[in-house]
């Protein structure tokens, strides 16, 4: 059950219908950092990717807007340049991480059940399974949802929030949080831009409205358009000893 947003949770109480009189009360005011366990657990996913000189980005989005069409483009035209690792997150089946494994990636797949979010313990799990190489780049394809994975550190160095164009041009100003605790914005599909309503100038203001330093970058996984501006920006985060 996840504390902080309530996904996966059984809302079945048992009855309760007897009355409780007292003759006072008494009020307790208690603060906790209900995201402390995850964060502790982030660092420790942190400490492993530096330890080995890791890179590990978080993809962000909602449902549909290509993480995976981009992460297979990514893969297949890098892989003889970078060593490369993905955990794939779904609610359900192994879809996304078959997609992955033909790529010739090592890939685990991570299903949440009813959750709608990854988190540090659940990463934890899988790198002790997986174990990627040092001086590699491990991609963490988060579950489709701009809420609740804001709110949780993963271990990451990078977070990359994508959006579509099939998607509205407002969603930096929709959801906010996501977009603010990113740090790499990625527009897809610009190819479906001639059968779209989408503003891509509309949708750039409200990015920098919410943070007005998030690089942008405009991609198409169909015909290729901005994938090399998205490689180039990768490759400046590669670790060092990988560069060399």
């Known amino acids: 059950m996840c504390a902080t947003c309530g996904c996966s949770t059984d809302t079945h109480a048992p009855a309760h219908d007897h009355r409780h009189d007292h003759g006072h009360k008494t009020i307790l005011h208690l603060e906790q950092d209900i995201l402390q366990q995850n964060n502790l657990l982030a660092e420790r996913n942190r400490g492993f990717f530096e330890g080995r000189n890791i890179l590990a980005l978080n993809l962000v989005s909602s449902p549909g807007s290509g993480k995976t069409s981009l992460l297979e483009r990514t893969l297949t035209d890098l892989r003889s340049s970078i060593d490369f690792a993905v955990i794939e997150g779904d609610q359900r089946t192994s879809r996304d991480a078959d997609r992955i494994h033909a790529t010739g ?120 358009e901005g994938l090399s501006q998205w490689y180039e920006w990768l490759k400046s985060k590669v670790p060092a000893a990988q560069e060399a």
């Open 105 to 224: 990636t090592k890939v685990t797949q991570i299903n949440t059940g009813k959750g709608c979010h990854l988190d540090a313990h659940m990463v934890m799990h899988a790198l002790q399974g997986m174990k990627p190489h040092a001086d590699s780049v491990l991609f963490i394809e988060n579950v489709g949802n701009l809420v609740c994975p804001a709110m949780f550190d993963l271990g990451e160095q990078e977070r990359v929030v994508i959006m579509s164009v099939t998607e509205g041009d407002d969603k930096p100003i929709k959801y906010p949080d996501m977009f603010h605790s990113s740090t790499l914005c990625i527009i897809n599909k610009t190819d479906l831009l001639p059968y779209v309503t989408f503003d891509i100038e509309k949708a750039r203001a409200f990015i920098q409205q919410v943070k007005h330093d998030l690089p942008v970058i405009e991609v198409s996984c169909t015909t290729g």
